[in-house]
């Protein structure tokens, strides 16, 4: 797959080593958001593909789960190699698939690299458990096992790195996967699996289906997927568990965010509205850690961090990131995924205008020079906005940031835990004693202090609270393990020989 411009292409399944055209069951346009232009085609693969790729996953697994777990794992350290020489490529191709800017592109790369590489240590990592005398000339031990074929499904906002929360870990415990990607942004495991394939990992080891929510469904019905990853919004999410209940799945489903950032009168105000920004914006607010709600404590507060974010949003750069005048910019901003998200994002400015809030910056009617085919908005900054607005309840997914003015420590941690969601959050103080209050009480996953965008490294947990998250096990890391794998415990005496 050529990731410059090129031919337009029709993408093919990765089912067992091979790749293959699915059926004329029809095909989506995957456009770049910058530009409108076509990238490729994406096939709508239909219920009895999916399982004929599962089927693959599932004669792979015996042989793979068998395999010694440092063979597994030198087959990754191929991959991380590789992911290490085409890095720049993947973040280009990210950039051109999904809009986001190169430096963050960059980074999702890195995210990916660092949790193959984290994978690697399942030597470690999954080991077990053993109690050596628990009972007279009785040893018991605990074993962590695969469990077989596991589905993950992509969302469109981070293309290679959400699948590498799961995928590694699943195929370093000696799981088989299929991977189906979002069918807005599929290029980027496409040029993954063209990786895997040079790394020589056995036929259906690793697999992507391409499709929409047909082909989702047949993951979620088949059988012989033992467990779910998943990354969207919380409404489907919740689809997502029920669904994966009635067959006996495993789930893990990532929902919906509106992160809070709380603004108190100790905090070193030229750092933080920095750190906002980048919080706010990067990715175009499109990421399930950008924080698009800012509390401000005290009144002198709110108008001091209200007037400089503000100032500081309108020297945002939106821009094609592609651009070169402005490509290795640190902070540029592109725009959202697609024309229905833009218009979505919209409609909810309008909501907060007839909410009563006020449009402090509007961000509306942006146009980028040379893209006005591209699905661009500018900033956009409420002012006035009270807990229970629907433009603070809802997660709007674009570039649009609410602030609220709390009395108080206590009031700020009341509206964030009134809240539905509660995937990340964070202080800016200098005070210890707030810190501390904050990361105790704050009904969040994820929590910072006087980080804007507290996503863990690699080898930590990743995961919500409340309907952030449907799942009782977080992303990555050693919590990977846990789902990815079964304990089965062993009781055992011997008798001597007679």
Known sequence: MSIENGPVEELKNYA???????????????????????????????????????????????EWSATPVARRCELLWQLANRLREHAE?????????????????????????????????????????????????IDGEVLRVPLGVFGMIAPFNFPLMVPFWFF????????????????????????????????????????????DRRAA???????????????????????????????????????????????????KLDDMVRNMITSCYGCAGQRCMASSAIICVGDETCD?????????SQQVVVADPLDPRVADEAMVMGPVISARSRQFILEMIQTGLDEGATLALDGRGLVVPGCERGHFLGPSVFTGVRPGMKI?????????????????????IRIINDHPYGNGASIYTQNGYYARRFKLEVRAGMIGINVGIPAPVAPLPFGGLKASLMADTKAQGKAAIHFFTEQKIITERYWPET
Not at 392 to 412: C, N, Y
């Open 16 to 62: 067992g080593g091979e790749w293959i055209a699915p059926e004329r069951h029809g095909l989506l346009d995957v456009r770049q958001p910058s530009t409108g232009d076509l990238l490729a085609r994406v096939p709508l693969s239909v219920a009895a593909e999916v399982h004929r790729t599962i089927g693959r996953a599932k004669e792979a697994f015996a």
């Open 89 to 137: 490529d993947l973040a280009r191709l990210v950039t051109r698939e999904n809009g986001k800017s190169l430096p963050d592109a960059r980074a999702e790369v890195k995210r990916a690299l660092e949790n193959t590489e984290v994978a690697c240590g399942m030597p470690v990592l999954q080991q077990g458990d053993k109690l050596v005398g628990a009972s007279f000339d």
């Open 168 to 211: 590694p870990y699943a195929l370093a415990t000696g799981n088989t996967c299929v991977v189906k990607p979002s069918e807005q942004v599929p290029l980027s495991m496409t040029k993954l699996a063209e990786l895997i394939d040079q790394c020589g990992f056995p036929p259906g080891v690793f697999n992507i289906v391409h499709g």
């Open 217 to 267: 469904e047949a993951l979620l019905d088949s059988p012989d997927v033992a467990g779910i990853s998943f990354v969207g919004t919380s409404r489907v999410g919740r689809i997502i568990a029920a669904r994966s209940a009635e067959t006996g799945k495993r789930f893990q489903a990532f929902g919906s965010a509106k992160n809070h950032l709380v603004a108190m009168p100790d905090a």
């Open 304 to 312: 001091n961090v209200s007037r400089r974010f503000i100032e500081a």
């Open 392 to 412: 603070h309840q809802t997660e709007i997914f674009g570039p649009v940031v609410v602030i609220l003015k709390a009395g108080s420590l206590d009031e700020a």
